[in-house]
Nanobody, 132 residues
């Protein structure tokens, strides 16, 4: 059983940066692919980024590519999301999730959503609010 706890959210002005963390416990962290997702107010959850179990492969949604960076430290059982050039539309609850590792080559957003949504391992989320 894997437990995930996010941290690092907060209120930030547009153009600012945040670094979110997701600390895992209770499982073999290095055996899982990890993903970051967000749910804006009144909208559905969407995939933001994902990383393979050893960090060699990553996925980014088109809306965040070039501004967000996902990385992980398996020694610390933690996955991070560096968010730069924040925009008001980035306001959302950001959650991390763990799933058995999978092939990233050619992966699509619907596939990313399907893989992680079928997982039982989700954190509670951390709020990110971007003011204009």
């Amino acid at each position: 059983q894997v437990q995930l706890v996010e941290s690092g959210g907060g209120l930030v002005q547009a153009g600012g940066s945040l670094r979110l963390s997701c600390a895992a416990s209770g499982g073999t962290f290095s055996s899982y692919a990890m993903g970051w997702f967000r749910q804006p107010p009144g909208k559905e959850r969407e995939a933001v980024a994902a990383i393979s179990r050893r960090g060699g492969s990553t996925y980014y949604s088109n809306s965040v590519k070039g501004r967000f960076t996902i990385d992980r430290d398996n020694a610390k059982s933690t996955v991070y999301l560096q968010i730069n050039s924040l925009k008001p539309e980035d306001t959302a609850v950001y959650s991390c999730a763990a799933a058995p590792n999978f092939a990233f080559s050619g992966i699509t957003t619907p596939q990313i959503m399907g893989i992680f949504q079928s997982s039982d391992y989700w954190g509670q989320g951390t709020q990110v609010t971007v003011s204009s």
